[in-house]
Protein backbone atom coordinates (compact mmCIF):
# COMPACT_ATOMS: atom_id res chain seq x y z
CA UNK A 1 0.00 0.00 0.00
CA UNK A 2 1.85 3.39 -0.76
CA UNK A 3 0.59 6.68 0.12
CA UNK A 4 1.46 10.13 -1.24
CA UNK A 5 1.88 12.48 1.25
CA UNK A 6 1.70 16.20 0.20
CA UNK A 7 2.95 19.24 2.40
CA UNK A 8 1.10 21.90 0.72
CA UNK A 9 0.66 26.02 1.43
CA UNK A 10 -2.84 26.63 2.43
CA UNK A 11 -2.65 28.87 -0.93
CA UNK A 12 -2.58 25.68 -2.97
CA UNK A 13 -3.83 23.03 -0.99
CA UNK A 14 -5.61 20.63 -3.12
CA UNK A 15 -5.49 19.67 -6.74
CA UNK A 16 -9.13 21.19 -7.10
CA UNK A 17 -7.83 24.41 -5.93
CA UNK A 18 -7.55 27.52 -8.40
CA UNK A 19 -3.94 27.13 -8.17
CA UNK A 20 -3.58 23.66 -9.42
CA UNK A 21 -0.25 21.62 -10.47
CA UNK A 22 0.31 18.29 -11.69
CA UNK A 23 2.74 15.54 -11.70
CA UNK A 24 6.63 16.37 -11.21
CA UNK A 25 5.21 20.13 -11.98
CA UNK A 26 5.07 20.79 -8.28
CA UNK A 27 4.48 24.58 -7.81
CA UNK A 28 4.73 24.74 -3.87
CA UNK A 29 3.99 21.27 -2.16
CA UNK A 30 7.31 18.67 -1.68
CA UNK A 31 6.20 15.45 -2.64
CA UNK A 32 6.57 12.15 -0.74
CA UNK A 33 6.32 8.69 -1.37
CA UNK A 34 6.33 6.18 1.97
CA UNK A 35 5.87 2.99 2.04
CA UNK A 36 3.23 1.23 4.74
CA UNK A 37 3.45 -2.19 5.10
CA UNK A 38 -0.29 -4.06 5.07
CA UNK A 39 -3.22 -3.34 3.39
CA UNK A 40 -4.78 -0.16 5.30
CA UNK A 41 -7.60 1.00 3.26
CA UNK A 42 -7.66 0.49 -0.34
CA UNK A 43 -7.68 -3.17 -2.09
CA UNK A 44 -7.07 -3.83 -5.51
CA UNK A 45 -8.79 -5.93 -8.53
CA UNK A 46 -7.53 -7.10 -11.30
CA UNK A 47 -9.30 -7.16 -14.84
CA UNK A 48 -8.52 -8.29 -18.11
CA UNK A 49 -11.42 -8.77 -21.33
CA UNK A 50 -11.67 -11.92 -20.78
CA UNK A 51 -11.03 -12.75 -17.36
CA UNK A 52 -8.98 -16.25 -16.20
CA UNK A 53 -9.37 -18.62 -13.23
CA UNK A 54 -11.98 -18.70 -10.90
CA UNK A 55 -12.81 -14.84 -12.05
CA UNK A 56 -12.27 -13.05 -8.34
CA UNK A 57 -9.73 -10.61 -9.51
CA UNK A 58 -7.58 -11.65 -6.55
CA UNK A 59 -4.48 -12.26 -8.70
CA UNK A 60 -3.81 -12.19 -12.82
CA UNK A 61 -4.77 -15.76 -12.63
CA UNK A 62 -8.32 -15.11 -11.29
CA UNK A 63 -8.81 -11.83 -13.34
CA UNK A 64 -12.40 -10.48 -13.80
CA UNK A 65 -13.88 -10.73 -17.07
CA UNK A 66 -14.11 -6.73 -17.92
CA UNK A 67 -15.22 -3.99 -15.07
CA UNK A 68 -17.70 -5.36 -12.78
CA UNK A 69 -21.16 -3.70 -12.97
CA UNK A 70 -20.58 -2.32 -9.12
CA UNK A 71 -17.23 -1.58 -8.32
CA UNK A 72 -16.32 -1.44 -4.90
CA UNK A 73 -15.34 2.55 -3.34
CA UNK A 74 -12.11 2.90 -2.29
CA UNK A 75 -11.12 0.36 -4.15
CA UNK A 76 -9.01 0.15 -7.32
CA UNK A 77 -9.35 -2.03 -10.48
CA UNK A 78 -6.48 -2.57 -12.43
CA UNK A 79 -6.79 -2.80 -16.15
CA UNK A 80 -4.71 -5.75 -18.41
CA UNK A 81 -4.03 -4.66 -22.32
CA UNK A 82 -6.79 -5.75 -24.63
CA UNK A 83 -10.72 -4.35 -25.86
CA UNK A 84 -13.08 -3.46 -23.38
CA UNK A 85 -16.75 -2.08 -24.35
CA UNK A 86 -18.64 0.45 -22.99
CA UNK A 87 -18.96 1.47 -18.69
CA UNK A 88 -21.56 3.17 -17.04
CA UNK A 89 -20.76 4.14 -13.28
CA UNK A 90 -23.93 4.93 -11.25
CA UNK A 91 -24.05 3.83 -7.79
CA UNK A 92 -24.29 5.00 -4.48
CA UNK A 93 -21.70 6.49 -2.34
CA UNK A 94 -18.84 9.01 -2.57
CA UNK A 95 -15.55 7.69 -1.67
CA UNK A 96 -13.39 7.52 -4.59
CA UNK A 97 -12.93 4.66 -6.75
CA UNK A 98 -10.25 4.60 -9.49
CA UNK A 99 -10.00 2.51 -12.86
CA UNK A 100 -6.50 2.55 -12.85
CA UNK A 101 -4.07 0.65 -16.38
CA UNK A 102 -2.28 -1.51 -15.21
CA UNK A 103 1.90 -1.03 -15.89
CA UNK A 104 5.42 -2.73 -15.16
CA UNK A 105 5.75 -0.81 -12.64
CA UNK A 106 2.27 -0.58 -10.79
CA UNK A 107 0.02 -3.95 -11.50
CA UNK A 108 -1.59 -4.81 -8.27
CA UNK A 109 0.19 -8.52 -8.17
CA UNK A 110 3.13 -10.33 -9.38
CA UNK A 111 1.19 -13.42 -9.70
CA UNK A 112 0.54 -14.21 -12.81
CA UNK A 113 1.37 -10.80 -14.24
CA UNK A 114 2.57 -11.27 -18.00
CA UNK A 115 3.99 -7.36 -18.92
CA UNK A 116 4.34 -8.05 -22.40
CA UNK A 117 0.76 -9.16 -22.73
CA UNK A 118 -0.70 -6.95 -19.72
CA UNK A 119 0.84 -3.90 -19.52
CA UNK A 120 2.76 -2.99 -22.52
CA UNK A 121 0.04 -1.28 -24.70
CA UNK A 122 -3.63 0.10 -23.39
CA UNK A 123 -7.03 -0.49 -22.11
CA UNK A 124 -9.11 0.59 -25.07
CA UNK A 125 -12.72 1.52 -24.83
CA UNK A 126 -14.28 1.73 -28.40
CA UNK A 127 -17.86 1.61 -28.35
CA UNK A 128 -19.94 4.77 -27.33
CA UNK A 129 -20.78 5.98 -25.40
CA UNK A 130 -17.38 4.71 -23.43
CA UNK A 131 -17.92 6.21 -20.31
CA UNK A 132 -21.11 7.30 -18.50
CA UNK A 133 -20.15 8.85 -15.05
CA UNK A 134 -23.49 9.05 -13.25
CA UNK A 135 -21.81 9.08 -9.53
CA UNK A 136 -19.62 10.68 -7.76
CA UNK A 137 -15.57 9.94 -7.19
CA UNK A 138 -14.73 7.88 -10.44
CA UNK A 139 -11.47 8.16 -11.16
CA UNK A 140 -10.12 6.75 -14.86
CA UNK A 141 -6.04 6.74 -14.55
CA UNK A 142 -4.13 5.57 -17.61
CA UNK A 143 -1.02 5.20 -15.30
CA UNK A 144 1.73 7.00 -17.25
CA UNK A 145 4.89 9.13 -16.04
CA UNK A 146 5.00 11.35 -19.06
CA UNK A 147 5.93 15.17 -17.42
CA UNK A 148 5.26 17.20 -20.32
CA UNK A 149 2.29 18.10 -21.92
CA UNK A 150 -0.08 15.10 -22.83
CA UNK A 151 0.51 11.54 -22.88
CA UNK A 152 2.17 8.74 -24.57
CA UNK A 153 5.24 10.51 -26.30
CA UNK A 154 6.13 12.53 -28.70
CA UNK A 155 4.20 14.22 -30.57
CA UNK A 156 4.85 14.59 -35.13
CA UNK A 157 2.75 16.59 -37.40
CA UNK A 158 0.01 13.67 -38.14
CA UNK A 159 -2.69 14.06 -35.52
CA UNK A 160 -3.98 10.89 -36.97
CA UNK A 161 -0.47 8.58 -36.19
CA UNK A 162 -0.49 6.56 -33.39
CA UNK A 163 1.65 7.25 -30.21
CA UNK A 164 5.20 6.32 -29.42
CA UNK A 165 4.86 5.02 -26.11
CA UNK A 166 1.36 4.11 -26.20
CA UNK A 167 1.53 2.62 -23.11
CA UNK A 168 1.91 5.60 -21.12
CA UNK A 169 -1.67 7.11 -22.54
CA UNK A 170 -2.33 3.59 -20.79
CA UNK A 171 -6.20 3.82 -21.55
CA UNK A 172 -7.38 5.04 -24.73
CA UNK A 173 -11.15 6.25 -25.82
CA UNK A 174 -11.04 5.30 -29.62
CA UNK A 175 -14.21 7.21 -30.97
CA UNK A 176 -12.95 6.82 -34.55
CA UNK A 177 -15.13 4.46 -35.86
CA UNK A 178 -18.01 5.20 -33.95
CA UNK A 179 -18.25 8.84 -34.41
CA UNK A 180 -20.95 9.60 -31.91
CA UNK A 181 -20.98 12.98 -29.50
CA UNK A 182 -20.37 12.78 -25.92
CA UNK A 183 -17.73 9.92 -25.80
CA UNK A 184 -17.37 10.40 -21.96
CA UNK A 185 -19.83 12.33 -20.01
CA UNK A 186 -21.25 12.80 -16.63
CA UNK A 187 -25.19 13.24 -17.93
CA UNK A 188 -25.13 16.42 -16.49
CA UNK A 189 -25.47 14.22 -13.05
CA UNK A 190 -23.63 16.89 -11.04
CA UNK A 191 -20.58 14.53 -9.92
CA UNK A 192 -16.73 14.71 -9.68
CA UNK A 193 -14.88 12.97 -11.54
CA UNK A 194 -11.03 12.78 -12.27
CA UNK A 195 -9.32 11.60 -15.91
CA UNK A 196 -5.51 11.35 -16.29
CA UNK A 197 -3.04 9.71 -19.28
CA UNK A 198 -6.08 8.92 -21.35
CA UNK A 199 -5.87 9.19 -25.35
CA UNK A 200 -9.16 10.11 -27.14
CA UNK A 201 -8.97 9.94 -30.31
CA UNK A 202 -11.79 11.09 -32.33
CA UNK A 203 -13.66 10.91 -35.59
CA UNK A 204 -12.85 14.83 -36.71
CA UNK A 205 -16.26 14.60 -38.04
CA UNK A 206 -17.33 18.45 -36.47
CA UNK A 207 -20.94 17.33 -37.29
CA UNK A 208 -21.73 13.98 -35.42
CA UNK A 209 -19.06 14.28 -32.63
CA UNK A 210 -19.96 17.68 -31.59
CA UNK A 211 -18.57 16.93 -27.58
CA UNK A 212 -15.76 14.70 -26.72
CA UNK A 213 -16.11 14.98 -22.37
CA UNK A 214 -19.28 16.36 -20.98
CA UNK A 215 -18.19 18.03 -17.16
CA UNK A 216 -22.10 19.74 -17.12
CA UNK A 217 -22.56 20.89 -13.18
CA UNK A 218 -19.21 18.97 -11.86
CA UNK A 219 -18.26 20.22 -8.57
CA UNK A 220 -14.98 19.31 -9.49
CA UNK A 221 -13.71 17.56 -12.97
CA UNK A 222 -10.12 17.30 -13.26
CA UNK A 223 -8.31 16.28 -16.55
CA UNK A 224 -4.67 16.30 -16.62
CA UNK A 225 -2.13 14.65 -18.93
CA UNK A 226 -4.73 13.98 -21.78
CA UNK A 227 -3.92 13.36 -25.12
CA UNK A 228 -6.87 14.54 -27.66
CA UNK A 229 -6.57 14.34 -31.16
CA UNK A 230 -7.97 14.41 -34.52
CA UNK A 231 -11.81 15.33 -32.90
CA UNK A 232 -14.91 16.88 -33.97
CA UNK A 233 -15.40 20.39 -32.20
CA UNK A 234 -15.59 20.87 -28.35
CA UNK A 235 -12.98 18.67 -25.98
CA UNK A 236 -15.28 19.54 -22.77
CA UNK A 237 -18.36 20.58 -21.79
CA UNK A 238 -18.55 22.56 -18.49
CA UNK A 239 -21.75 24.39 -18.13
CA UNK A 240 -22.92 24.97 -14.51
CA UNK A 241 -18.87 23.10 -13.31
CA UNK A 242 -17.18 24.85 -10.76
CA UNK A 243 -13.59 23.95 -9.58
CA UNK A 244 -12.43 22.96 -12.54
CA UNK A 245 -8.88 21.56 -13.25
CA UNK A 246 -7.51 21.74 -16.82
CA UNK A 247 -3.99 20.91 -16.73
CA UNK A 248 -0.99 19.39 -18.46
CA UNK A 249 -3.05 18.30 -22.01
CA UNK A 250 -2.11 18.48 -25.48
CA UNK A 251 -4.79 18.56 -28.04
CA UNK A 252 -4.12 17.73 -31.92
CA UNK A 253 -6.93 19.29 -34.61
CA UNK A 254 -10.40 19.59 -34.73
CA UNK A 255 -13.27 19.39 -37.27
CA UNK A 256 -10.89 17.84 -39.19
CA UNK A 257 -14.39 16.54 -41.63
CA UNK A 258 -16.59 19.32 -41.48
CA UNK A 259 -19.65 17.48 -42.31
CA UNK A 260 -22.95 18.68 -43.27
CA UNK A 261 -24.19 20.75 -40.53
CA UNK A 262 -21.01 21.80 -38.63
CA UNK A 263 -20.55 22.73 -34.76
CA UNK A 264 -19.01 26.06 -33.39
CA UNK A 265 -15.78 24.53 -31.93
CA UNK A 266 -13.84 25.77 -28.63
CA UNK A 267 -11.75 24.10 -26.63
CA UNK A 268 -13.46 23.98 -23.13
CA UNK A 269 -17.84 25.37 -24.03
CA UNK A 270 -19.45 26.99 -20.83
CA UNK A 271 -23.19 28.20 -20.57
CA UNK A 272 -23.25 29.64 -17.41
CA UNK A 273 -20.69 27.92 -14.61
CA UNK A 274 -19.62 28.59 -11.02
CA UNK A 275 -16.37 29.72 -11.89
CA UNK A 276 -12.70 28.53 -10.03
CA UNK A 277 -11.34 27.24 -13.11
CA UNK A 278 -7.61 26.29 -13.49
CA UNK A 279 -6.61 26.12 -17.30
CA UNK A 280 -2.80 25.78 -17.44
CA UNK A 281 0.22 23.96 -18.88
CA UNK A 282 -2.03 23.18 -22.02
CA UNK A 283 -0.75 22.68 -25.72
CA UNK A 284 -3.86 23.86 -27.97
CA UNK A 285 -2.39 22.94 -31.40
CA UNK A 286 -4.69 23.58 -34.88
CA UNK A 287 -7.59 24.05 -33.43
CA UNK A 288 -10.50 26.13 -35.00
CA UNK A 289 -14.14 27.52 -34.56
CA UNK A 290 -15.25 29.81 -32.35
CA UNK A 291 -12.46 30.26 -30.06
CA UNK A 292 -9.45 28.31 -29.28
CA UNK A 293 -9.19 28.30 -25.21
CA UNK A 294 -12.71 28.24 -23.68
CA UNK A 295 -15.88 30.29 -24.82
CA UNK A 296 -19.34 31.25 -23.19
CA UNK A 297 -22.49 31.06 -25.04
CA UNK A 298 -25.67 30.72 -24.88
CA UNK A 299 -27.96 33.08 -22.44
CA UNK A 300 -25.78 35.80 -21.08
CA UNK A 301 -25.30 35.50 -17.32
CA UNK A 302 -22.54 37.08 -15.05
CA UNK A 303 -19.58 34.89 -14.69
CA UNK A 304 -17.81 35.62 -11.68
CA UNK A 305 -14.64 33.36 -11.93
CA UNK A 306 -11.88 33.16 -10.63
CA UNK A 307 -10.95 31.69 -14.51
CA UNK A 308 -7.28 31.46 -14.83
CA UNK A 309 -5.03 30.42 -18.12
CA UNK A 310 -1.46 30.66 -17.37
CA UNK A 311 1.52 28.56 -19.51
CA UNK A 312 -0.44 27.27 -22.27
CA UNK A 313 0.65 27.05 -25.76
CA UNK A 314 -1.85 28.13 -28.56
CA UNK A 315 0.29 27.70 -32.31
CA UNK A 316 -0.78 26.28 -35.40
CA UNK A 317 1.46 23.64 -38.01
CA UNK A 318 3.22 25.38 -40.42
CA UNK A 319 1.17 25.06 -43.43
CA UNK A 320 -2.16 24.14 -42.23
CA UNK A 321 -5.38 26.14 -42.19
CA UNK A 322 -8.10 25.41 -39.84
CA UNK A 323 -11.52 24.80 -41.53
CA UNK A 324 -13.27 27.72 -39.27
CA UNK A 325 -9.99 29.76 -38.03
CA UNK A 326 -11.05 31.02 -34.39
CA UNK A 327 -13.98 33.40 -35.04
CA UNK A 328 -13.61 35.11 -31.63
CA UNK A 329 -10.29 34.65 -30.57
CA UNK A 330 -8.72 32.78 -27.78
CA UNK A 331 -11.40 33.60 -25.48
CA UNK A 332 -14.64 34.13 -25.98
CA UNK A 333 -16.95 36.06 -23.81
CA UNK A 334 -20.08 36.23 -25.96
CA UNK A 335 -23.69 35.80 -26.37
CA UNK A 336 -24.42 38.97 -23.77
CA UNK A 337 -22.26 36.73 -21.45
CA UNK A 338 -20.05 39.38 -18.90
CA UNK A 339 -17.16 37.20 -17.28
CA UNK A 340 -15.42 38.74 -14.60
CA UNK A 341 -12.07 37.74 -12.69
CA UNK A 342 -10.29 36.20 -15.89
CA UNK A 343 -6.57 36.04 -16.04
CA UNK A 344 -4.44 35.39 -18.65
CA UNK A 345 -0.82 35.09 -18.29
CA UNK A 346 2.38 33.98 -19.85
CA UNK A 347 0.78 32.11 -22.69
CA UNK A 348 2.78 32.14 -26.13
CA UNK A 349 0.79 32.55 -29.14
CA UNK A 350 2.85 31.21 -32.50
CA UNK A 351 1.55 30.74 -36.25
CA UNK A 352 -2.01 31.45 -36.34
CA UNK A 353 -3.39 31.60 -39.87
CA UNK A 354 -5.28 34.24 -41.69
CA UNK A 355 -8.50 34.81 -40.23
CA UNK A 356 -7.83 33.55 -36.79
CA UNK A 357 -8.72 36.16 -33.99
CA UNK A 358 -5.99 36.08 -31.24
CA UNK A 359 -7.23 38.33 -28.16
CA UNK A 360 -10.54 38.35 -26.33
CA UNK A 361 -13.52 38.86 -27.42
CA UNK A 362 -15.80 40.43 -24.48
CA UNK A 363 -19.12 42.03 -25.63
CA UNK A 364 -20.50 43.30 -23.07
CA UNK A 365 -18.32 43.96 -19.88
CA UNK A 366 -16.46 41.96 -17.17
CA UNK A 367 -13.09 42.23 -16.03
CA UNK A 368 -10.08 40.63 -17.33
CA UNK A 369 -6.10 40.51 -16.54
CA UNK A 370 -3.56 39.98 -19.54
CA UNK A 371 0.01 40.02 -18.41
CA UNK A 372 3.55 38.34 -19.53
CA UNK A 373 1.78 36.76 -23.06
CA UNK A 374 4.21 36.30 -26.12
CA UNK A 375 2.52 36.82 -29.88
CA UNK A 376 4.68 35.88 -32.58
CA UNK A 377 4.01 35.19 -36.26
CA UNK A 378 0.73 35.70 -35.85
CA UNK A 379 -1.71 36.96 -39.12
CA UNK A 380 -3.47 38.92 -36.91
CA UNK A 381 -2.41 40.80 -33.60
CA UNK A 382 -4.43 39.76 -30.34
CA UNK A 383 -6.23 42.72 -29.90
CA UNK A 384 -8.50 42.92 -26.79
CA UNK A 385 -12.13 43.89 -27.38
CA UNK A 386 -13.54 46.98 -25.75
CA UNK A 387 -16.11 45.63 -23.28
CA UNK A 388 -15.28 45.18 -20.08
CA UNK A 389 -11.93 46.25 -18.05
CA UNK A 390 -8.92 45.16 -19.49
CA UNK A 391 -5.45 45.60 -17.68
CA UNK A 392 -3.25 44.47 -19.63
CA UNK A 393 0.88 44.99 -19.58
CA UNK A 394 3.80 43.38 -20.06
CA UNK A 395 2.55 41.61 -23.27
CA UNK A 396 4.62 41.07 -26.45
CA UNK A 397 3.20 41.35 -29.88
CA UNK A 398 6.58 40.27 -32.09
CA UNK A 399 6.51 40.20 -35.82
CA UNK A 400 2.21 40.21 -36.11
CA UNK A 401 1.16 43.01 -37.63
CA UNK A 402 2.02 46.43 -37.27
CA UNK A 403 -0.69 47.71 -34.54
CA UNK A 404 -0.10 47.73 -31.06
CA UNK A 405 -2.86 46.77 -27.88
CA UNK A 406 -2.88 49.82 -25.40
CA UNK A 407 -0.97 49.06 -22.77
CA UNK A 408 2.04 49.63 -19.82
CA UNK A 409 5.09 47.85 -21.04
CA UNK A 410 3.98 46.44 -23.79
CA UNK A 411 6.44 45.74 -26.72
CA UNK A 412 5.17 45.84 -30.44
CA UNK A 413 7.70 45.12 -32.97
CA UNK A 414 6.61 43.80 -36.42
CA UNK A 415 10.05 42.65 -37.26
CA UNK A 416 11.27 40.78 -34.66
CA UNK A 417 13.33 37.83 -35.13
CA UNK A 418 11.99 34.65 -33.85
CA UNK A 419 12.99 34.33 -30.16
CA UNK A 420 12.17 30.31 -29.78
CA UNK A 421 14.57 27.53 -30.12
CA UNK A 422 12.61 25.99 -33.20
CA UNK A 423 8.82 26.56 -32.94
CA UNK A 424 8.23 25.34 -36.28
CA UNK A 425 9.27 21.63 -34.94
CA UNK A 426 7.27 22.37 -31.57
CA UNK A 427 10.16 23.70 -29.37
CA UNK A 428 8.87 26.71 -28.00
CA UNK A 429 12.08 27.74 -25.40
CA UNK A 430 14.03 30.91 -25.57
CA UNK A 431 16.62 30.80 -28.14
CA UNK A 432 18.04 33.80 -26.15
CA UNK A 433 16.95 36.37 -23.26
CA UNK A 434 16.72 39.39 -25.71
CA UNK A 435 14.98 42.63 -24.95
CA UNK A 436 11.58 42.13 -26.97
CA UNK A 437 10.30 39.57 -24.46
CA UNK A 438 12.51 39.93 -21.28
CA UNK A 439 10.55 42.03 -19.55
CA UNK A 440 8.14 40.48 -17.30
CA UNK A 441 5.91 41.84 -14.16
CA UNK A 442 7.21 39.84 -11.20
CA UNK A 443 3.34 37.95 -10.17
CA UNK A 444 3.47 35.71 -7.13
CA UNK A 445 2.32 31.90 -7.28
CA UNK A 446 1.13 30.38 -9.79
CA UNK A 447 2.12 32.38 -12.54
CA UNK A 448 5.68 32.74 -10.98
CA UNK A 449 6.75 29.11 -12.29
CA UNK A 450 6.83 28.01 -16.02
CA UNK A 451 5.36 25.07 -18.00
CA UNK A 452 8.48 23.00 -17.44
CA UNK A 453 8.42 24.05 -13.80
CA UNK A 454 11.33 26.47 -13.51
CA UNK A 455 11.05 29.84 -12.14
CA UNK A 456 10.45 32.85 -14.03
CA UNK A 457 12.78 35.31 -13.68
CA UNK A 458 12.59 37.42 -16.91
CA UNK A 459 10.77 36.37 -19.77
CA UNK A 460 7.28 36.63 -20.73
CA UNK A 461 5.62 33.99 -22.59
CA UNK A 462 5.21 30.30 -21.50
CA UNK A 463 9.12 29.18 -20.86
CA UNK A 464 11.95 30.65 -18.71
CA UNK A 465 15.22 30.95 -20.71
CA UNK A 466 17.87 29.13 -19.66
CA UNK A 467 16.00 28.05 -16.36
CA UNK A 468 16.77 25.46 -13.87
CA UNK A 469 14.48 23.99 -11.95
CA UNK A 470 12.14 25.60 -9.39
CA UNK A 471 13.08 25.13 -5.97
CA UNK A 472 10.50 23.06 -3.56
CA UNK A 473 9.29 25.12 -0.80
CA UNK A 474 9.17 24.05 2.89
CA UNK A 475 6.06 22.13 4.31
CA UNK A 476 3.31 24.57 5.61
CA UNK A 477 0.03 22.27 5.67
CA UNK A 478 -0.19 18.36 5.17
CA UNK A 479 -2.81 16.21 3.34
CA UNK A 480 -2.50 12.99 2.18
CA UNK A 481 -4.66 10.61 -0.54
CA UNK A 482 -4.29 6.37 -0.46
CA UNK A 483 -2.96 5.86 -4.20
Known amino acids: MFFHIAFCSAKNLLIRSTH ?29 PSGSGSGTGADWNNALANLPATLTRGDIY ?16 TAAVEIRKAQTYDNCTSTGWNASTMGSAQAVFATNRQFSILSAGLIINGNGQQTTQGCGGAVGNDPTAKLTTPADCGIKVDNSASGNTDGISDGANAVPFTLKYVEYYGSGNATTENYLIRADNSPGATLQHMYLHRFGSVCVVVGGASNFVFTDNYMFRNQVTVGSDPAHGQCLESGGDSGHFTVARNVFRDLGGTAIMMAWVGSGQVENGPYLYYDNLIWNTPGFTPAFPSANGLLACINGFTCNGVTMSANTIVGMPSGAQTGIDSETGGNFTVQNNIWYSDAVIGDLATGGTFTEDHNSYLASGTSCPS ?8 GSANPFTSWTTGNFTPASDGSNWNNRASLGAPYNVDAEGNTFTTDRGAFQFGAASSQLQPPINLSFTAQ
Do not use: E, M, R
Not at 407 to 414: H, L, Q, R
Open 20 to 48: SFSKNKILCCAALIVLLSGNLHAACHTVT
Open 78 to 93: YLADGSYGSYTFSQSG
Open 407 to 414: GTANVCNS
